[in-house]
Structure formats: structure tokens, C-alpha cells
């Protein structure tokens, strides 16, 4: 076998082994991080405020998936539903689920429980 025919064929397995791992990672992308606007259960916030601090900061980029059930602890994700508010963008964690699935939120920065309800 000549020195031109292994760079050929080593040459073949690079480029192979580069299209493998970018189908892998479109693949991943696909199934795990595609947004609602292309049928996935994956969004995307940017974190703007400190009531959140020190978890998440302004200009944290955070990921979230919509779930069947939340707990305490968990945080999450929600428009606010008051037009005076201007359908803020809130993200914050959960303090209590109450009876009835209802989620009462609090900033991980915040002394008081959020007036909204996801």
C-alpha cells in the first residue's frame, strides 16, 4: 500500500467520522432542544432582573421544558396572565403546590411570593 493511497483513506475516515458526528448532534438537537415553533417541547430565556440572583443572572441564557407536574424546588417558566403587567416573562421557582395544582412562585432574591399563578 503507498503513503498517497493511507492519506486517501484516512482523509475518507475523517470526513466520515465528521458527517457521523454532526448527524449525531443534529440528531441530539432534534429530539432534545428543538423549540415549540418546530413541534419540540424546548424553549429558550434569557434572564433580564435579579430575583433570581445568585441561580441565574441578566444574561443567563436558560432552558426549559414544559412537564406534566411540578414540585417544590423545581423552578420555572410562565407568562403572567395580568395585562397590566404587560404578559411579563417571569421565571422563578416553585414554593408550594397547593391542593388543587395551583404553583405559588417566589424569586430565589425575593422576600415575597410572587401575585401571579402559572
Known sequence: MTLTTVRGRLRWA???ASYLLLVA???GWWTYLRPPSLGGS???VMV???SM???YHTGDLVIVRKRDRYQVGDVVAFKTAAKSDGNLLVIHRVVDVL???RLRLQGDNNDFVDPWEP
Request: proline content about 11%; overall charge negative.
Open 99 to 101: 391542593p388543587d395544582g
Open 14 to 16: 475523517t470526513q466520515a
Open 53 to 55: 440572583e445568585p441561580t
Open 25 to 27: 448532534l443534529l440528531l
Open 42 to 44: 424546548t424553549s429558550f
Open 48 to 50: 433580564a432582573g435579579e
